[in-house]
């Protein structure tokens, strides 16, 4: 069976990762980092979301047998208002040790006098899947929406309390997971994944 490392540290990616990856059907051993002893500290200095991916997935294979698949993760919020931010800042937008509350209250600072349309943005999410003889494979998932005025609900983590997908009068936080699952950017990500893995493994 492959098995499949997914390089994070943070649990609630671990969770959504493998539980989609989980309910394709699929016959792939889903591993934390956890299992092989931890994943490294890793400075996240790329200018993008697939340069970060990038140097996530080499520094975990750097410390695991070199023949394993890896499995990472660089996402993040880009809203048009404020050119793109915060983009690869996602997760540090309010400061290197700021959590999820202080980012989102920075960015509805920045949005302070901006309504309606002009408030969109889109998740965005790379994933990108290194395996044995140097292959590499990169998988791209976005999910359109608007930023909301106020946090609205607790589930999720990052910026969903603020997110409102496209179609929806919910905000991320509000919706349950089994929704989310299906129209979130790591889903998309995770779908292009899931069809190239099972043509890989028909073949």
Known sequence: MMTIYLATRNGKKIKELSGIIKASGLKISIAS????????????????????????AYALKEMTAKNIWILTDDSGLMVDAIKG???????????????????????LRELKGVEGIDRSGRF?????????????????????????????????????????????????????ESKKSKISHRAKALNELISWLQSRIEN
């Open 33 to 56: 980092v956890m299992d092989t002893g931890d994943m490294p500290i890793v400075e996240e200095t790329a200018d993008s979301f697939i340069g970060n991916a990038k140097l996530k």
């Open 85 to 107: 931010q915060p983009g690869v800042y996602s997760s540090r937008y309010a400061g290197n040790d700021a959590n999820d509350t202080e980012n989102i209250s920075k960015l």
């Open 124 to 176: 965005v999410c790379v994933l990108l899947l290194i395996g044995p003889d140097g292959l590499e494979k990169t998988f791209e998932g976005i999910c359109e929406g608007f930023i909301a005025n106020k946090p609205m609900g607790e589930n999720g983590f990052g910026y969903d309390p603020v997110f409102i997908p496209a179609g929806y009068s919910q905000t991320f936080g509000l919706l349950d």
